[in-house]
């Protein structure tokens, strides 16, 4: 039987394809970076955020990158 929920204890910023397909959106969404170590943070910030974001109404990954552009700003 499969698992029900792929995702849960998944890293996804250890997956090959993962960080591969991050990259591509990356691409177009955001060229200038779009690299390997800002998308392994990017796939981070999405996991420590995506509890968060099921349980709210009307979520927005546009609005996610946008967050995560202001905290790399910050660091």
């Known amino acids: 039987m499969p698992?029900?929920?792929p995702?849960?204890?998944r890293h996804l910023y250890?997956?090959?394809?993962?960080?591969?397909s991050t990259l591509n959106?990356?691409?177009?969404?955001?060229?200038?970076?779009a690299?390997?170590?800002?998308?392994?943070s990017f796939l981070k910030f999405?996991?420590?955020f995506a509890f968060h974001a099921e349980h709210t109404e009307g979520f927005?990954?546009?609005t996610l990158l946008e967050q995560f552009?202001?905290?790399?700003?910050?660091?």
């Open 3 to 5: 698992d029900p929920d």
């Open 7 to 9: 995702f849960h204890d």
């Open 14 to 20: 250890e997956d090959e394809n993962a960080i591969s």
């Open 25 to 33: 959106y990356l691409k177009i969404k955001d060229p200038e970076n």
């Open 35 to 40: 690299n390997r170590e800002y998308a392994v």
């Open 46 to 48: 999405m996991q420590r």
């Open 60 to 62: 927005d990954y546009e």
């Open 69 to 75: 552009k202001k905290s790399k700003q910050k660091d």
